[in-house]
């Protein structure tokens, strides 16, 4: 099952089963396009009544770092022994559609496509054969990351928790819908940027949500990105972003350079 987040055309927020090109909810059903070709230049996020909003509203993104040995390698570091984990706030989120207005006067500033978990209850101290439990689903992820500014701290606030630092989208997709070697992909101006799989990561996600909780909350609706596979990349003024995970979708919205 896939699920759509949405502003209906009286205002309210639903949410709703999305198939074929609809989203039903309640006796309504509205038209939508979010199976265009990736990085083909439609618009995907375009409604006929309703406006896409991003899947869930995390009170948090817990982000994992160097969970692809080649993207490790491609950034000159080495893979942890232990999970490298940093913080995106709310204020980070985008949508599917959006435009990304990233910080002025950087010189590079990277997609980086990710395969995203969403959290479906309260959890903590969860156990690596029990963490598949507290997954609602799926969605796609782009960390978009200010390097400038990333290379020069340690806790990465400037360089991956600015706004619109994370958008996601557009669905949210159970778990039974997203293969285990599901490809996570990038394509800017249709051009193919980033193609890796789920099997590459390092660290599983029941041994990612394991070892989160062992250390904090993690609330309904948070979001685990579990990290970007090798072919991260810079982004200019203009770039159409189509961040793809098979099984959800793909994930598109535009790069603003000030």
Same mark, same amino acid.
């Given at each position: 099952m896939k699920y759509v987040r949405f502003r209906d055309p009286g205002g309210a927020v639903r949410r709703g089963e999305y198939e074929s090109g609809h989203v039903h909810f309640a006796n309504e059903s509205y038209s939508i396009d979010l199976e265009s070709e990736a990085g083909e230049g439609a618009d995907a996020g375009s409604?006929?009544? #309703?406006?896409?909003?991003?899947?869930?509203?995390?009170?948090? %993104?817990?982000? #994992?770092?160097? $969970?692809? &040995?080649?993207?490790?390698?491609?950034?000159? $570091?080495?893979? +942890? !022994?232990?999970?490298?984990l940093f913080l995106k706030p709310p $204020?980070? #989120?985008?949508?599917?559609? !959006?435009?990304?207005?990233?910080?002025?006067?950087?010189?590079?500033?990277?997609h980086e496509a990710e395969l995203a978990v969403v959290v479906g209850e309260q959890c903590r101290h969860v156990s690596e054969a029990d963490a598949m439990d507290v997954v609602e689903g799926f969605t796609c992820m782009n960390d978009v990351s200010n390097r400038d500014d990333q290379r020069q701290e340690q806790n990465w606030v400037r360089?991956?928790?600015?706004?619109?630092? &994370?958008?996601?989208?557009?669905?949210?997709?159970?778990? !039974?819908?997203?293969?285990?070697? &599901? &490809?996570?992909?990038?394509?800017?101006?249709?051009?193919?940027?980033?193609?890796?799989?789920?099997?590459?990561?390092?660290?599983? %996600?029941?041994?990612?949500?394991?070892? %989160?909780?062992?250390?904090l909350t993690l609330e309904p609706g948070d979001v685990?990105?579990?990290?970007? +596979?090798?072919?991260?990349?810079?982004?200019? !003024?203009?770039?159409?972003?189509? #961040?793809?995970?098979?099984?959800?979708g793909t994930l598109e919205h535009t790069v603003r350079v000030p």
């Open positions: 409604v006929s009544a #309703i406006e896409v909003l991003p899947p869930c509203e995390p009170s948090k %993104i817990v982000c #994992i770092g160097r $969970n692809y &040995a080649e993207h490790a390698d491609e950034m000159g $570091n080495d893979v +942890p !022994d232990r999970p490298l $204020n980070a #989120i985008a949508g599917q559609g !959006d435009t990304v207005t990233v910080p002025a006067g950087k010189d590079r500033i990277d360089g991956k928790a600015f706004d619109g630092a &994370a958008p996601l989208g557009p669905v949210l997709a159970t778990p !039974d819908e997203v293969p285990d070697d &599901a &490809a996570v992909r990038t394509r800017v101006n249709g051009e193919l940027r980033q193609n890796g799989s789920r099997d590459q990561l390092i660290f599983s %996600i029941p041994e990612l949500l394991a070892e %989160i909780t062992t250390y685990v990105a579990t990290g970007t +596979p090798d072919g991260v990349g810079p982004l200019e !003024d203009g770039d159409e972003v189509a #961040i793809e995970v098979e099984g959800v």
